[in-house]
């Protein structure tokens, strides 16, 4: 009876830690961050809660090494909605874990996927395992249907590692086709709550950022780095065009806090960061 008692304590707490009151909304407060350092296939993680039901996880393993990757949960009602799963699987475990801390009752999971590449969907299956539904732009389908199993196998031609190297780093990493693709801005309500899915091309042509209206958050993908250079080297001066015509028209959102792909959380203002770099590509 007494490890009932304390689990049922924990739950309670749990449940109190993401139903904040109000009061903290728009104030991101630390609520994980590794002692450890930087740890192979995790990374160094920081865990910032930014209202009273979405969580940011920056500074996620990256075979770049400092230059982590971010991934967000938003809690509705019933729901959990995961934005990113991480490089690896450790990763992804490390996420869940996370989320795990406050789901209580909820059931229903959503992974979204800002864009293909590695660092964004390579641990993808410990949520597929979950139940979860995956949503993306449609030519990710598209790509996993083609290319999904050879993926990895690129990857570790591309960086020179061996199998066994990619299968202690990366795990044991499954590839599932989405379950719902979206081709334009797009609005889910799930649990009478918005969520915007927003089409913003430009670091590739299939990149999606998440807009949460209620918290005013942005989980915009690769479309925003904080605090380094763009990665531009998919596409050219047309989609440099696109790119800066995006991010012109996430300044109109109503914005407090940015969750970049890569760096730390960040307000507008790193928008025009980003907006001037890709202008002086074009001179």
Not at 20 to 26: C, E, I
């Amino acid at each position: 009876m007494k490890i009932l008692y304390l689990n049922i304590i924990i739950v309670q707490i749990s449940i109190l830690l993401i139903g904040a009151s109000p009061s903290s909304a728009g104030k991101p407060q630390a609520i994980h961050d590794s002692e450890e350092g930087w740890i192979e296939g995790i990374g160094n993680p920081k865990v910032t809660r930014l209202s009273d039901n979405v969580l940011a996880i920056t500074g996620l393993y990256h075979t770049g090494g400092e230059n982590g990757v971010t991934a967000g949960i938003i809690f509705t009602r019933e729901s959990v909605i995961f934005i990113d799963a991480g490089m690896t699987i450790d990763s992804a475990e490390f996420i869940w874990n996370e989320a795990r801390k406050y789901i209580g009752n909820r059931k229903m999971f959503y992974l979204i996927l800002t864009h293909h590449h590695s660092d964004h969907i390579f641990g993808m299956r410990v949520f597929k395992e979950k139940g979860a539904k995956v949503i993306s732009h449609s030519w990710l389908k598209s790509f996993i249907s083609m290319r999904g199993e050879q993926y990895k196998k690129f990857l570790l031609n591309m960086l020179k590692w061996s199998t066994d190297k990619g299968d202690r780093i990366f795990g044991d990493v499954v590839l599932s086709v989405p379950d719902q693709v979206i081709e334009k801005d797009t609005i889910l309500t799930i649990d009478d709550e918005e969520i915007h899915i927003l089409y913003t091309p430009g670091h590739v042509s299939t990149e999606i950022s998440i807009y949460h209206p209620h918290s005013k958050t942005l989980f915009a993908g690769d479309t925003v780095y904080e605090g380094m250079e763009l990665t531009t080297h998919f596409g050219g001066p047309d989609e440099w065009r696109l790119w800066i015509a995006q991010l012109e028209r996430l300044k109109e959102l109503d914005l407090e806090t940015i969750c970049p792909g890569h760096g730390s959380l960040c307000t507008k203002e790193e928008l025009d960061r980003n907006i001037d770099f890709l202008r002086k590509k074009l001179h």
